[in-house]
């Protein structure tokens, strides 16, 4: 009796294709190509995927030329149609090359969530269904940024959510790897935009990507890397139209010596405000700081300075978009309290210096400092976590920061 | 005490409205307005929506870019955005207006079907939480032309699906009244496009409907006419953009006296084969006919002329995008069964007359010949049923034939 050749099991893989991944249907064709490659090396393989290009924003469009104030629940009945129909046309693109595929929504399949409109948590997945095409042979493909409420309504993730998506499904399925297919081609030392020399990594913790992107970089949404950190699925961030290795996102990364220094920051979608003369009574700062916190205003940075006379000022900043309300209410708390006048600034931008080295490594802050102060960048607030430190400058000096920042802790 | 004063009951209402009548932006915020004005009246109002103007055929050109033969599973996820889309606008465009409404997918509201994609046919409505919208006072809108298979897949029901949405929704509702927004404004003696002097009919029976419906008018699909029979809906057939009353399609009209003629329908989507010099032997046709049904080839008008030789000439209509198939199995039964040459005719048109009146009053199919050989119209095949009349003529005196015909039987 002849032997039959073990079919290898191969790895259960889940792919996140972004929208710029599947933007046309050239590109759809790409994403096929590349899980049909996975499938036939006897890998079992998820796709998650978004809507195409700019499809999000223009149904977005449409509601608000119908509604400026839209209900959440029929937004995301309008918002959760753009992936159904990336999923669907991609299935077609795999079974035109004469692979197995079969699309589902995020309700259909079973991402339940939480009653949240617009940025819904998912709770659970119920996998019965993906496990039973798997085991076909097909390819999955699943709507990314979806799912099903406990009260049976279709919700969307909110922000970053196919990336969520994503990392969600890895870890119901025990995947062995969860790769996000992106524009860029992994995650680098600085923009390459911005800073030509940046070098990609070959991977980065868990952590430092937590800091990196709630500080700016916008290639994974923060949320997605928690659940990724929680449940230790590694992720492998690479670019959709190239076949060089991406950046691995994981618990501890490979190299033997930490850099101290993994990656530089560069955002200035935030406002400073300040509270002049503020009277040195205990309450005033808890008072204000409650107030924004009930109005949904996010505070990133605070500082208050010593007060040398009976007075002192407060400085904060809040994100541009909640700029308004947050002006508001400071200036009613001011005039309340006895205090001056509040001034905001909008020409601010932050720049940080992020790596897990830090924690071990003394003198980093020290180093940043003297590094902007040698290139004549006047720094305005600073604040630091364990594996991070951020500095307010001038925004005309934030690109010029970046850079000397960069050049100065060696990493290109 | 003061009694407080009763509130009305209102109807339950139906409304359905098509691909035109929420083309754009302006026309959603129309049939927003329309639906409040009825649901102000105290009415229980639901509607029915098609996916906004040309999006199913934008939808299927996309995915025919990708696959030229898609899946038909596939091809119902895709299609079903449509719908979902026009739906949570609608919502929308009623929210702003102050009024309460929500959208459901027809597969999130309990619309059962079989599983026949692309085609499939309803079986139960679970009216469950449509009720319960309702009784808060909410227009209920729901995504036409889809449902949930009982596999758990989505499902469309293929052509005029929308209408079968709306009648099948009136009979699991047990609605008083369903309505149809179009973009005609009622049911014509016959297509004022094309005869300017043609009367809108105040009512006409679902047979007449039927009838008309079979014989090319495109207002309502024959499926929906049917289950509305079945069920004695009567359906008001409207115009999207007026006031105006249209026409009620019901089991018997006022009127007291039955007109013999109701309407003239011409269609020129047939193309006709003869099949020439057949032998005279019994078996042969019935042979043809049974080969064109397994292929799904459907036959409209049959003619065998009288043979007076050993042979016969056989005549027969299909619709034109079967040509090409019926012509291929009718040359290889013509060599088999040792007959002569195959001919097709793509230049005919269908002039009929339909109207219930016709059981009780003889002489209308003479009339009609007479009217066409007075204006030297040349009938080429002739086909009747209970309450029609069809005639084959030249493409070129088709619309010729209409006038003449509308004029003849005094419908102006």
Same mark, same amino acid.
């Given at each position: 009796m002849s032997k039959m050749p073990k079919k290898r099991k191969g790895k259960l893989i889940v792919q996140k294709y972004g929208g710029s991944s599947v933007a046309d249907v050239a590109k759809i064709e790409k994403a096929a190509q590349r899980l049909i490659s996975y499938a036939k090396k006897g890998n079992r393989v998820v796709a998650v995927i978004s809507a195409m290009g700019d499809t999000t924003d223009e149904l977005v469009c449409l509601a608000k030329e119908i509604n400026p104030n839209p209900s959440e629940r029929e937004m995301d009945m309008l918002m959760s149609t753009g992936e159904q129909i990336s999923c669907s046309l991609l299935a077609m693109a795999i079974h035109k090359r004469g692979m197995g595929a079969i699309s589902f929504t995020g309700p259909q399949v079973g991402i339940i969530t939480d009653t949240y409109h617009t940025q819904a948590k998912i709770?659970?997945?119920?996998?019965?269904?993906?496990?039973?095409?798997?085991?076909?042979?097909?390819?999955? $493909?699943?709507?990314?940024?979806? =799912?099903? +409420?406990?009260?049976?309504? $279709?919700?969307?993730?909110?922000? =970053?959510? +196919?990336?969520?998506?994503?990392?969600?499904?890895?870890?119901?399925?025990?995947?062995?790897?969860c790769e996000i297919y992106t524009d860029v081609e992994g995650i680098y030392t600085a923009d390459p935009r911005v800073v030509p020399e940046a070098k990609k990594l070959k991977s980065i913790t868990f952590d430092e990507m937590l800091e990196l992107s709630s500080l700016g970089a916008q290639i994974m949404h923060t949320r997605a890397i928690e659940v990724a950190k929680k449940f230790n699925i590694p992720i492998h961030v690479r670019g959709s139209f190239t076949k060089e290795e991406g950046t691995i996102i994981m618990r501890k990364t490979s190299s033997i010596e930490k850099p101290v220094v993994r990656g530089i920051t560069l955002t200035s979608n935030e406002a400073k405000l300040t509270l002049c003369n503020v009277p040195d009574k205990p309450g005033i700062a808890a008072h204000l700081f409650n107030e924004l916190g009930c109005k949904n205003i996010n505070v990133d940075m605070i500082v208050q300075n010593v007060s040398h006379k009976r007075t002192t000022d407060i400085s904060f900043t809040v994100s541009k978009k909640g700029l308004t309300k947050a002006l508001k209410i400071s200036k009613s708390i001011s005039k309340n309290v006895g205090a001056g006048e509040v001034i905001s600034d909008e020409t601010i931008a932050k720049v940080s210096v992020v790596g897990v080295g830090m924690k071990s490594h003394s003198g980093v802050a020290a180093r940043c400092f003297s590094i902007l102060a040698k290139n004549k960048i006047n720094i305005d607030m600073i604040s630091t976590s364990e594996i991070s430190i951020s500095c307010i400058v001038k925004k005309t000096a934030g690109k010029k920061a970046l850079k000397v920042l960069h050049k100065g802790f060696k990493l290109g």
């Open positions: 709770l659970k997945i119920e996998t019965d269904r993906i496990k039973k095409e798997l085991i076909k042979g097909s390819i999955v $493909i699943i709507a990314g940024f979806q =799912g099903l +409420s406990t009260a049976l309504e $279709i919700t969307t993730l909110g922000r =970053g959510g +196919s990336d969520l998506s994503a990392v969600a499904l890895a870890v119901f399925l025990k995947a062995d790897l």
